[in-house]
């Protein structure tokens, strides 16, 4: 015995509920499979559910913001902001959603579908609006005790973004019925050949996140790198910019300038200083004796330095060296020449009240004349000759 089918559920129409008399009786013509009257119901709602959204939002917006002046800074204010900013597109997505929902139709469904992806778009948005706030709040929080901060923040920003995407790129083709198994495969392929034909630029990108996350160097600080030198102005993605003292700007890539030897100034706790300066070879013994004495006095009589050591060093050409060692107990380069300037000055004073003098590069020639040339040159030269 062969059973027949089940009768197709019938669809819900709103129109159906009103009974129409004769002389509307044109109203029941159908238009793309829903009566006319059904399509006047669904454009009644959809111009009042469109201004009826919008009503709603900024009714909800205005109560968010009077609880956050209250206490800014919360949580309510953020979501005050996100409720401003909602899309139109997404307002008027939703509105032919439930204008679609009066016709009846299996077709018009699909009009859920258009306000799902329209929803997750705005929810895109909305937690890339989040990621921003809560990462201008940790900068303005940190931005003074740690100048690094606001490398951290650029590239945090960029990957929280990019995950958010990620996920909202895969939600949605969830909806639209893809398979994403296949889809994961088929990224992974041809991410590994763009990984292939961009490893520079990856290079560089993996390079810029070891730069934020080990902190070799941040904005502000003064490095060396090879022959050039310069104070870090910008940390990007690719490259990091270096303002250089002569005033121009030197741009690394980011792979290149971790494969070089960087050196961090801004890192000094303190600074030693060598030098050395020497005095003339009539200098008496007692003298030289004195001058080491004399220097411990100057070097720690000067701002901002601790002595080391000043040892009569050796036997120069021309001059008797003195090597001098102390440490400026603060890194500031200015600090420090003023400091030796100061050193300078008094060390000259001082040699010169032992009456003692500086060397300075000579040379002694000594001459051995033959008396039988020098008879001959003191001779009278003959006449005629």
């Known amino acids: 015995m062969i059973q027949e089918p089940p009768?197709?559920?019938?669809?819900?129409?709103?129109?159906?509920?009103?009974?129409?008399?004769?002389?509307?009786?044109?109203?029941?013509?159908?238009?793309?499979g829903a009566s006319l009257l059904n399509w006047g119901v669904a454009v009644v709602v959809l111009f009042l559910a469109h201004p009826l959204l919008k009503i709603v939002i900024r009714i909800v917006a205005g109560r968010l913001e009077?609880?956050?002046?209250?206490?800014?800074?919360?949580?309510?204010?953020?979501?005050?902001?996100?409720?401003?900013?909602?899309?139109?597109?997404?307002?008027?997505?939703?509105?032919?959603?439930?204008?679609?929902l009066t016709l009846g139709l299996t077709w018009a469904s699909r009009m859920g579908v258009l306000a799902i992806l329209a929803v997750l778009v705005q929810l895109g948005l909305w937690a890339a609006e989040v990621v921003s706030w809560l990462l201008n709040r940790y900068r303005d929080r940190h931005i003074?005790?740690?100048?690094?901060?606001?490398?951290?923040?650029?590239?945090?920003?960029?990957?929280?973004?990019?995950?958010?995407?990620?996920?909202?790129?895969?939600?949605?083709?969830?909806?639209?019925?893809?398979?994403?198994g296949p889809a994961l495969a088929g990224l992974g392929v041809g991410g590994i050949a763009v990984a292939l034909a961009l490893q520079n630029i990856l290079g560089d990108l993996f390079a810029?996140?070891?730069?934020?996350?080990?902190?070799?160097?941040?904005?502000?600080?003064?490095?060396?790198?090879?022959?050039?030198?310069?104070?870090?102005?910008?940390?990007?993605?690719?490259t990091t910019r270096i303002r250089s003292i002569s005033g121009e700007q030197l741009v690394f890539g980011n792979s290149d300038l971790l494969s070089s030897r960087v050196?961090?100034?801004?890192?000094?706790?303190?600074?030693?200083?060598?030098?050395?300066?020497?005095?003339?070879?009539?200098?008496?013994?007692?003298?030289?004796?004195?001058?080491?004495?004399?220097?411990?006095?100057?070097?720690?009589?000067?701002?901002?330095c601790r002595f080391?050591?000043?040892?009569?060093?050796?036997?120069?050409?021309?001059?008797?060296?003195?090597?001098?060692?102390?440490?400026?107990?603060?890194?500031?380069?200015p600090a420090f020449r003023d400091t030796q300037q100061q050193i300078n000055l008094e060390l000259y004073r001082r040699i010169e009240a032992l009456d003692a003098s500086f060397?300075?590069?000579?040379?002694?020639?000594?001459?051995?004349v033959d008396s039988a040339d020098a008879e001959?040159?003191?001779?009278?030269?003959?006449?005629g000759a």
């Open 7 to 32: 009768d197709t559920p019938e669809i819900f129409s709103l129109g159906d509920l009103i009974q129409l008399p004769e002389s509307l009786a044109f109203l029941e013509w159908e238009f793309l």
């Open 66 to 100: 009077a609880l956050s002046r209250r206490r800014p800074g919360r949580a309510d204010e953020v979501a005050a902001q996100l409720l401003r900013k909602t899309k139109g597109f997404v307002v008027l997505a939703v509105a032919l959603w439930v204008a679609s």
């Open 144 to 180: 003074e005790d740690d100048p690094g901060a606001a490398t951290a923040i650029g590239a945090m920003g960029f990957l929280v973004r990019l995950v958010v995407w990620s996920v909202i790129l895969l939600t949605a083709l969830s909806v639209l019925d893809f398979e994403i």
């Open 208 to 238: 810029s996140l070891s730069i934020v996350f080990d902190r070799p160097f941040v904005i502000g600080d003064f490095i060396i790198v090879g022959d050039h030198m310069g104070t870090v102005e910008h940390v990007g993605l690719k």
């Open 263 to 304: 050196r961090n100034f801004k890192r000094m706790d303190e600074r030693r200083i060598l030098f050395t300066f020497g005095v003339q070879y009539d200098t008496g013994y007692d003298k030289l004796k004195e001058i080491p004495r004399i220097v411990e006095e100057v070097v720690e009589t000067a701002d901002n």
């Open 308 to 333: 080391d050591r000043a040892h009569f060093a050796e036997f120069g050409d021309s001059s008797l060296e003195f090597e001098v060692v102390y440490f400026m107990t603060i890194p500031d380069f």
């Open 359 to 368: 060397a300075f590069p000579t040379r002694t020639l000594h001459l051995h």
């Open 376 to 383: 001959f040159r003191t001779s009278p030269t003959p006449k």
